[in-house]
C-alpha cells in the first residue's frame, strides 16, 4: 500500500488553457441567448478545444476521456439546436422533448466544465518564486 496515497498527478497546461477557453465560450453563450441557434458558435468553439486537446500529446489519459466527454456533449448540443431550428421550437417553457434533452446535456456539460477546470487548477504545478537579486 505504499503508493496508494501517492500524490495526485499535475494537470496539463493545455487542459487548462482548453477549460479556460470553454468556460469563456459559456459565459458568452449565456450572454447571448441559451437555447437558440445563436448559441451554435459558441458549441463550436467549446466541442473544438475539448477535440484539440483530447487529441493533444501533451495531456493526461484522465484529461483525455474527459475533454472527450465535453465534446460530445457540444456536438450533441449542436445537433439538438440545429434540429430546434429546422422544427420551428424555441425552448422558452422547455415542454417540447428536444428541450428538454439540451436542457440535461447543458447540466451534463456544466458539470464536467466545472469538473475539470476545478481539478485542474488545484493540481496545477506549483509556481516556483521569482530569483531575488542578491543584495550588497
Same mark, same amino acid.
Given at each position: 500500500?505504499?503508493?496508494?496515497?501517492?500524490?495526485?498527478?499535475?494537470?496539463?497546461?493545455?487542459?487548462?488553457? @482548453? $477549460?479556460?477557453?470553454?468556460?469563456? +465560450?459559456?459565459?458568452? =453563450?449565456?450572454?447571448?441567448?441559451? &437555447? %437558440?441557434?445563436? *448559441?451554435?458558435?459558441?458549441?463550436?468553439?467549446?466541442?473544438?478545444?475539448?477535440?484539440?486537446?483530447?487529441?493533444?500529446?501533451?495531456?493526461?489519459?484522465?484529461?483525455?476521456?474527459?475533454?472527450?466527454?465535453?465534446?460530445?456533449?457540444?456536438? @450533441? $448540443?449542436?445537433?439538438?439546436?440545429? +434540429?430546434?431550428?429546422? =422544427?420551428?421550437?424555441?425552448?422558452? &417553457? %422547455?415542454?417540447? *422533448?428536444?428541450?428538454?434533452?439540451?436542457?440535461?446535456?447543458?447540466?451534463?456539460?456544466?458539470?464536467?466544465?466545472?469538473?475539470?477546470?476545478?481539478?485542474?487548477?488545484?493540481?496545477?504545478?506549483?509556481?516556483?518564486?521569482?530569483?531575488?537579486?542578491?543584495?550588497?
Amino acid at each position: 500500500m505504499s503508493g496508494w496515497f501517492s500524490e495526485y498527478y499535475k494537470s496539463s497546461s493545455t487542459h487548462r488553457q @482548453s $477549460q479556460k477557453i470553454s468556460a469563456f +465560450a459559456t459565459v458568452v =453563450e449565456k450572454a447571448i441567448s441559451n &437555447t %437558440d441557434v445563436t *448559441s451554435i458558435p459558441t458549441k463550436i468553439v467549446q466541442a473544438g478545444s475539448s477535440l484539440y486537446t483530447m487529441f493533444c500529446t501533451s495531456t493526461h489519459l484522465s484529461e483525455k476521456i474527459l475533454n472527450g466527454l465535453e465534446a460530445g456533449i457540444a456536438l @450533441s $448540443q449542436i445537433g439538438l439546436l440545429i +434540429a430546434l431550428y429546422f =422544427e420551428g421550437q424555441e425552448c422558452v &417553457t %422547455d415542454e417540447h *422533448s428536444l428541450c428538454k434533452a439540451y436542457l440535461l446535456l447543458e447540466m451534463g456539460y456544466n458539470g464536467f466544465l466545472a469538473l475539470g477546470m476545478g481539478t485542474a487548477e488545484v493540481s496545477k504545478e506549483p509556481v516556483a518564486p521569482a530569483a531575488t537579486a542578491p543584495t550588497v
